[in-house]
Structures are given as C-alpha cells and as structure tokens.
C-alpha cells in the first residue's frame, strides 16, 4: 500500500475563497482522522471518522470548516471562506481499530493570504 | 516541507549517547499513551506505545517508561544517531479507543 495519501501538497489561496483538501485513507483501515499542526496550537485533532461516520467534530474550530467521507477511501476537508488564521499544515491519519499506531500522510501545507 | 517550524524545547545530545524526552500528561482515563517521531517534512510517525497498567515496554533501542502516579511519561533512545533527529510528540487515547491527542512535542537534536 502506498500509504495515507493527501493533496493537494501545497495550497495557496486568497481569504474568502473555498479550500478543499483531499485524504486518501490506507485501504483496511476502519479510523480516519483529521490533523492541524500550527507553531502556536501544535498538533490539533480536528474530526476523526469510524466506517465513515464522523465520530467527534469537537475540534472543528468553526462552522466554516466541514469534513465528509463519503466512501471507505476518501476523505475531504473544506474551509468555506478562508481566512489567513487557517494558515497550518493539515494532515491525515488512518489506523485499524485497536491500534495506536495512526498512520499519517504527508500533510497539506495551506496558506491563506 | 511540510513541518511548520515549531518553537519547541530542543534537546540536545551527542551521536552515541542516550537521550531522555520527557512528557507529562493530564488524562488519568487514557488507556494507552504514545510516543510518536516526526522528521521535517513528514507526517508523525509511532515509535512505541505503553498500556495504562504498565510500568514500561522496551522496543529496538527505546523504552518508555509510565509514573502514573506524577502523571509522567518518558522517551529513552539508547545510542542515539543522527537519524534520530526529530520532534518527538507523546500522545494518548482519551475519550475513544482510537482517538489519539498529542501534547506539544520536544525537538530531539543529535550532533556527531
């Protein structure tokens, strides 16, 4: 399997505008989670999906975030409007239930200017 | 990359020696506590985990040790390399079997 797989790698977009960032899960694995990590919050747990049902969206900052799963293997996270406080590296993660061990993508990298 | 340049405690040590990262943690209810590494411009990665009713587990050239009592856990790297050099994040599963939390993470820098 090639891994958690995310895209875009780089985002650049002007506030206001929709941002949609994609997450392919590992095939099998029945978690799937949404990451933020900026300098000043660290590593955020945002949304987590089980059998691609949202599980706890506590940490979704506002309503301007939303995240689905429509399938077992595929994940979005959109922001609608941006704003340049969203600026942070978004990652993905998938794990099996009963395991600790979350595997994460490479990360979207989204500036907000 | 994708790392966001974070300004964490650095630890730093010499290629060959041991090193300690340090954790405290809030949750008394968590099951399991994680230590994950995270290279530049990657995402995190898991090292080793320890069950709530455990002391401390050993893996290939880490141990985790668990105070419970002071809420402690510690990251011990035997002979550390340069490959080790990384932000190093403990985490624990509150509030859901799968549901990983991190804490703030420790910059782990190794010089030849």
């Known amino acids: 399997d090639a891994g958690v797989i995310q895209s875009p790698r780089h985002e650049v977009t002007e506030m206001g505008q929709e941002v949609t960032l994609r997450c392919k899960p590992i095939?099998?694995?029945?978690?799937l989670f949404w990451y933020r990590q900026t300098m000043m919050r660290g590593l955020e747990l945002l949304i987590y999906?089980?059998?691609?049902?949202?599980?706890?969206d506590s940490g979704m900052p506002e309503d301007r975030f939303s995240a689905k799963m429509p399938n077992a293997s595929f994940s979005t996270l959109k922001i609608q409007p941006s704003e340049p406080r969203d600026s942070a590296v978004y990652f993905c993660?998938?794990?099996?239930?009963?395991?600790?061990?979350?595997?994460f993508g490479q990360g979207t990298r989204l500036t907000v200017v | 990359g994708e790392s966001v340049g974070l300004h964490l405690p650095t630890l730093s040590v010499q290629e060959g020696d041991n090193s300690i990262i340090n954790c405290a943690y809030s949750?008394?209810?968590?099951?399991?506590f994680i230590w994950y590494k995270q290279e530049s411009g990657k995402g995190p990665q898991f090292i080793i985990d320890?069950?709530?009713?455990?002391d401390k587990r050993q893996g290939q050239r880490v141990t985790v040790l668990l105070n419970k009592t002071v809420k402690h856990l510690s990251l011990q790297i035997a002979a550390t390399q340069p490959g080790d050099s990384a932000v190093y994040f403990c985490?624990?599963?509150?509030?859901?079997?799968?549901?990983?939390?991190f804490g703030a993470g420790t910059r782990l820098a190794v010089h030849p």
């Open positions: 949750n008394s209810a968590s099951d399991y």
């Open positions: 095939s099998g694995h029945d978690y």
């Open positions: 985490a624990e599963n509150a509030g859901g079997y799968n549901k990983l939390i």
């Open positions: 320890i069950r709530s009713n455990m």
């Open positions: 993660a998938s794990s099996l239930w009963g395991n600790t061990e979350a595997f």
């Open positions: 999906f089980n059998n691609n049902v949202p599980i706890d």
